[in-house]
Nanobody
Framework: QVQLVESGGGLVQAGGSLRLSCVPSGRTFSNAAMGWFRQAPGKEREFVAAISWSGGLRYYAESVKGRFTISRENAKNTVYLQMNGLKPEDTAVYYC???????????????????WGQGTQVTVSS
């Protein structure tokens, strides 16, 4: 399994922006689809966005379409989640995840991802 480390979370006012980053430790994930999920207090963890290993395919949850952008720089071994127009309902712990099988397509299903980070807290105040 790849160990993933998220960063970039914090406290922001509604309407503000944050950029989350995800970096693996141990090995590269340049041939793996990646995803972002989030879990709000008292709720189940849910899909946010996913990107193919090449960056050519990107999927988003309906709730974040048009506001969030997932991207990756394989040369830097980093995946990003740019979050604009943040809303209080975006408050959650955000997790980065990697598919274990190389070159498999991105997915919105948690069980398709074998490696997870510890999460980074995003808090949006109204």
């Amino acid at each position: 399994q790849v160990q993933l480390v998220e960063s970039g979370g914090g406290l922001v006012q509604a309407g503000g922006s944050l950029r989350l980053s995800c970096v693996p430790s141990g090995r590269t994930f340049s041939n793996a689809a990646m995803g972002w999920f989030r879990q709000a207090p008292g709720k189940e963890r849910e899909f946010v966005a996913a990107i193919s290993w090449s960056g050519g395919l990107r999927y988003y949850a309906e709730s974040v379409k048009g506001r969030f952008t997932i991207s990756r720089e394989n040369a830097k071994n980093t995946v990003y989640l740019q979050m604009n127009g943040l809303k209080p309902e975006d408050t959650a712990v955000y997790y980065c995840a990697a598919r274990e099988q190389p070159y498999h397509p991105p997915s919105d299903r948690q069980h398709d991802f074998g490696s997870w980070g510890q999460g980074t807290q995003v808090t949006v105040s109204s």
